[in-house]
């Protein structure tokens, strides 16, 4: 069964620093999300894109945050600058379709340690 | 924008009794509710959706049914096996007036099934 996949696993950086945290969607898979889970709390939406621009984000993607799909199957999601509190898991999901009711398929995270 | 309560935080069951766990939401627009569950450390699973036109869907050991008019949805597991301890998330589209069908997620329920 086709999954999506996000490198790296772990990732741990200096405050200040700037991460980009890769995911490939599942192949035919046209809308792409960016959600992140602080350690013991629910999932929360970040950001999600299609046709290469953002079609919707939170409040909590703010100037920091970019994402990008720089060519065919990866899709990225960059913090400029980061903050201890940006320390969280980062889910990638991807859906078939877009709009209400299309099921999204997550990745395994990537888990983001800021020191 | 949508707000999803889940209930309960915790639950504990013997092996072999049911589970429930109940989510309301606060859109009448909501159509689409999907069951997520993650186990420790890992990616939040799609285990189960309902759409708004209908009230009750099975799979196997797991239910989901669905008021519409109470807006509130609710995750049956009968047969409870210790391999479905994990936490359970339930969510609902989070519609800015758009089409995306961004997730809002209720904070979890911790199921733990005791043999």
């Known amino acids: 069964e086709p999954e999506v996949t996000q490198t790296p696993s772990h990732q741990v950086t200096q405050m200040g620093q700037e991460v980009i945290l890769r995911c490939v969607p599942i192949?035919?898979?046209?809308?792409f999300y960016w959600y992140r889970q602080i350690l013991g709390q629910k999932v929360e939406f970040l950001v999600s894109?299609?046709?290469?621009?953002?079609?919707?984000k939170s409040e909590i993607f703010d100037d920091q945050f970019s994402v990008e799909r720089p060519d065919g199957s990866n899709f990225t999601l960059k913090i400029r600058s980061t903050k201890l509190e940006d320390s969280a898991m980062y889910f990638c999901?991807?859906?078939?379709?877009?709009?209400?009711?299309?099921?999204?398929?997550f990745g395994d995270g990537t888990r983001l340690s800021i020191l | 924008g949508e707000n999803v309560e889940q209930h309960p935080s915790t639950l504990s069951v013997q092996e072999g009794d049911s589970a429930v766990i109940k989510c309301t939401y606060s859109?009448?627009?909501?159509?689409?509710f999907p069951w997520y569950k993650q186990e420790l450390g890992k990616r939040p699973q799609l285990i189960i959706d309902?759409?708004?036109?209908?009230g009750e869907k099975k799979d196997q050991r797991i239910a989901v049914t669905l008021n519409k008019t109470a807006k509130h949805f609710s995750l049956h597991i009968t047969e409870t096996q210790p391999e479905d301890s994990a936490v359970y998330f339930c969510?609902?589209?989070?519609?800015?007036?758009?089409?995306?069908?961004?997730?809002?997620f209720g904070k979890g329920t911790k199921l733990s099934v005791k043999p």
């Open positions: 969510a609902a589209p989070r519609d800015y007036g758009g089409s995306q069908g961004n997730l809002i």
């Open positions: 309902i759409r708004s036109n209908v």
């Open positions: 999901a991807s859906s078939e379709s877009g709009g209400l009711g299309q099921p999204q398929h």
């Open positions: 192949s035919n898979h046209l809308y």
């Open positions: 894109f299609y046709n290469n621009e953002i079609s919707e």
């Open positions: 859109d009448s627009a909501s159509n689409y």
